[in-house]
């Protein structure tokens, strides 16, 4: 039976050359469609492939009947309503990987064109003006690149840089010191790069925790004279801050591709002749066009054949009996994972997930992914996903090791997650209580009887009487209200673990107080 595909944006033949070869696909390209005509047009196809023109909704993806797969030839899917897609057991897929090249050597082009004054220089001799005086550059050898995120296009990056014979020192919450040695480069914290760097990239997604990442605070701790490209996401750096630390001469130069907002034509920064930009030109080539293309129509081919796809970005389609058995089990394994990314204090290494009681027998891959998901969330943002979250971790040289036994230790069910670290392995494990809900049973070594929602302050100290009134004085000072309390200890008198749930978040300077105490190891705050 003939298997029919719509495309309605514009995609080169080159880029859908796996469908017209495909047997058994039929392909009908329909571009400028109106929602209206989409949702008439949509109901005869098994795939949809779409770029940014087209707005996928819950009410198209509703109207196609026969719909198994859309194909996104991009890495955003913005556009696309996953959950309306999910809901249909519709397969979102995506190309992550068809523009990291052309990104990699988009910011090598305006790392160069920074370090010389090419544009500032063709600009005066635009205007009729021979000046080489002005137009000075330096030479990349010998200098240090400063690479804040060592994911695809970070290592490419690079690897051209050292091809310039350029120092290259690299932050990534996934870079080990053997993974540094591999690439020949120098590993350290996002300080330690700032510092050393006297040209810094950025290659990070855009989450709450880069967001302004390159702040005053942070410039104020780089070289002086130093010079600082983002091809990344706009938003990592704040924009005031830079504007101000160039015309004070701290920074001597930027070059952008990405702003907070776009378009970004009447930017300040752009008045000022230390700063070269580009309108968002890192995925702008015809190969990385026709890769991302030619990405999505593989998975299409592979989905409509009976195969499984290759970058999915949305929750797969699970048999209805196995669905039922663990889907009241996801929320526990994404909060154990989310739990676990707190309490690590290095750089993960090899993730291990063990199942045990009534989850002995049943497909446990998508709690896996779930657990993963939640423990990976913080570095990869929204990106993540149930489906893709095993696929990134591996891409990040994670070892991922599920292990199943019959074994109850005490419980009809129990999910533990462990990840072993360079500097020691951590391990949460918790069960799910019949009418009672999911629980967090034991934090390492201690037991405890907690609830995974929330605002958490989690405490180490000293097991001995007071402490618990202690703590409780403490935070009153900052008026924190603490809802649930639980201590587990393993000696008595040795050490111990607090754990308390409050009813606003904590900052810093709220947890702070408890430092104080000399009986209290450790103080922070889990969100839930």
């Given at each position: 039976?003939?298997?029919?595909v719509l495309i309605s944006d514009p995609l080169s033949e080159d880029g859908i050359f796996p469908l017209r070869e495909a047997e058994g696909i039929e392909?009908?390209?329909?571009?400028?469609?109106?929602?209206?005509?989409?949702?008439?047009?949509?109901?005869?196809?098994?795939?949809?492939?779409?770029?940014?023109?087209?707005?996928?909704?819950?009410?198209?993806?509703?109207?196609?009947?026969?719909?198994?797969?859309?194909?996104?030839?991009?890495?955003?899917?913005?556009?696309?309503?996953?959950?309306?897609?999910?809901?249909?057991?519709?397969?979102?897929?995506?190309?992550?990987?068809?523009?990291?090249?052309?990104?990699?050597?988009?910011?090598?082009?305006?790392?160069?064109?920074?370090?010389?004054?090419?544009?500032?220089?063709?600009?005066?001799?635009?205007?009729?003006?021979?000046?080489?005086?002005?137009?000075?550059?330096?030479?990349?050898?010998?200098?240090?690149?400063?690479?804040?995120?060592?994911?695809?296009?970070?290592?490419?990056?690079?690897?051209?840089?050292?091809?310039?014979?350029?120092?290259?020192?690299?932050?990534?919450?996934?870079?080990?010191?053997?993974?540094?040695?591999?690439?020949?480069?120098?590993?350290?914290?996002?300080?330690?790069?700032?510092?050393?760097?006297?040209?810094?990239?950025?290659?990070?997604?855009?989450?709450?925790?880069?967001?302004?990442?390159?702040?005053?605070?942070?410039?104020?701790?780089?070289?002086?004279?130093?010079?600082?490209?983002?091809?990344?996401?706009?938003?990592?750096?704040?924009?005031?801050?830079?504007?101000?630390?160039?015309?004070?001469?701290?920074?001597?130069?930027?070059?952008?591709?990405?702003?907070?907002?776009?378009?970004?034509?009447?930017?300040?920064?752009?008045?000022?002749?230390?700063?070269?930009?580009?309108?968002?030109?890192?995925?702008?080539?015809?190969?990385?066009?026709?890769?991302?293309?030619?990405?999505?129509?593989?998975?299409?081919?592979?989905?409509?054949?009976?195969?499984?796809?290759?970058?999915?970005?949305?929750?797969?389609?699970?048999?209805?009996?196995?669905?039922?058995?663990?889907?009241?089990?996801?929320?526990?394994?994404?909060?154990?994972?989310?739990?676990?990314?707190?309490?690590?204090?290095?750089?993960?290494?090899?993730?291990?997930?063990?199942?045990?009681?009534?989850?002995?027998?049943?497909?446990?891959?998508?709690?896996?992914?779930?657990?993963?998901?939640?423990?990976?969330?913080?570095?990869?943002?929204?990106?993540?996903?149930?489906?893709?979250a095993a696929f990134l971790a591996e891409q990040q040289g994670l070892v991922i090791n599920e292990h199943i036994t019959s074994q109850t230790d005490g419980?009809?069910?129990?999910?533990?997650?462990?990840?072993?670290?360079?500097?020691?392995?951590?391990?949460?494990?918790?069960?799910?209580?019949?009418?009672?809900?999911?629980?967090?049973?034991?934090?390492?070594?201690?037991?405890?009887?907690?609830?995974?929602?929330?605002?958490?302050?989690?405490?180490?100290?000293?097991?001995?009487?007071?402490?618990?009134?202690?703590?409780?004085?403490?935070?009153?000072?900052?008026?924190?209200?603490?809802?649930?309390?639980?201590?587990?200890?393993?000696?008595?008198?040795?050490?111990?673990?607090?754990?308390?749930?409050?009813?606003?978040?904590?900052?810093?300077?709220?947890?702070?107080?408890?430092?104080?105490?000399?009986?209290?190891?450790?103080?922070?705050?889990?969100?839930?």
């Amino acid at each position: 039976m003939t298997k029919r595909v719509l495309i309605s944006d514009p995609l080169s033949e080159d880029g859908i050359f796996p469908l017209r070869e495909a047997e058994g696909i039929e392909v009908v390209k329909k571009t400028d469609l109106t929602k209206e005509q989409l949702i008439d047009e949509i109901k005869d196809y098994e795939a949809l492939l779409v770029r940014s023109q087209t707005k996928v909704t819950r009410e198209i993806i509703s109207a196609a009947k026969n719909l198994k797969i859309i194909g996104r030839a991009g890495v955003g899917v913005d556009n696309i309503d996953l959950e309306a897609a999910t809901e249909h057991g519709v397969i979102v897929v995506n190309a992550p990987d068809g523009n990291t090249n052309s990104a990699a050597e988009h910011t090598v082009a305006m790392l160069m064109s920074l370090a010389r004054k090419i544009p500032q220089a063709y600009y005066a001799l635009k205007h009729q003006k021979w000046d080489r005086k002005t137009h000075v550059g330096v030479e990349l050898k010998g200098k240090t690149l400063g690479v804040i995120g060592m994911g695809r296009i970070g290592r490419e990056v690079a690897l051209r840089a050292k091809g310039q014979r350029m120092k290259v020192i690299a932050y990534d919450p996934f870079l080990t010191a053997d993974k540094a040695e591999q690439l020949g480069v120098s590993e350290g914290t996002v300080e330690d790069v700032i510092k050393a760097a006297d040209f810094v990239t950025l290659h990070t997604p855009l989450l709450k925790e880069t967001k302004h990442l390159i702040d005053k605070d942070a410039i104020a701790k780089m070289k002086d004279g130093v010079q600082i490209i983002n091809c990344a996401r706009g938003g990592i750096i704040d924009e005031d801050a830079l504007y101000d630390a160039i015309v004070e001469g701290k920074v001597k130069g930027a070059a952008l591709d990405v702003f907070e907002e776009e378009p970004a034509v009447e930017h300040k920064l752009l008045d000022l002749p230390q700063v070269i930009a580009t309108p968002h030109l890192g995925a702008s080539t015809v190969e990385a066009q026709e890769s991302v293309a030619i990405d999505v129509s593989h998975d299409v081919v592979r989905l409509l054949g009976g195969d499984l796809v290759k970058n999915p970005v949305n929750m797969p389609s699970v048999p209805k009996d196995i669905m039922k058995k663990i889907e009241p089990f996801f929320y526990l394994a994404e909060k154990l994972g989310a739990f676990l990314a707190e309490l690590r204090e290095d750089t993960i290494e090899e993730i291990n997930v063990y199942y045990s009681g009534e989850l002995h027998d049943v497909e446990v891959g998508p709690l896996t992914r779930n657990a993963i998901k939640g423990l990976l969330k913080d570095h990869f943002g929204d990106h993540i996903n149930d489906v893709n979250a095993a696929f990134l971790a591996e891409q990040q040289g994670l070892v991922i090791n599920e292990h199943i036994t019959s074994q109850t230790d005490g419980f009809v069910n129990l999910i533990k997650l462990e990840a072993k670290t360079t500097a020691g392995t951590k391990a949460v494990s918790g069960t799910l209580l019949k009418g009672l809900g999911p629980r967090i049973v034991k934090v390492e070594h201690y037991n405890v009887d907690l609830i995974p929602e929330g605002h958490i302050v989690f405490i180490r100290h000293k097991d001995q009487p007071g402490a618990i009134g202690k703590v409780g004085s403490l935070l009153a000072k900052n008026n924190i209200n603490i809802a649930t309390m639980q201590v587990g200890r393993s000696d008595v008198g040795g050490d111990a673990i607090m754990l308390l749930t409050i009813d606003e978040t904590a900052t810093d300077e709220d947890l702070n107080v408890l430092t104080e105490a000399d009986d209290i190891y450790d103080v922070s705050a889990i969100e839930l």
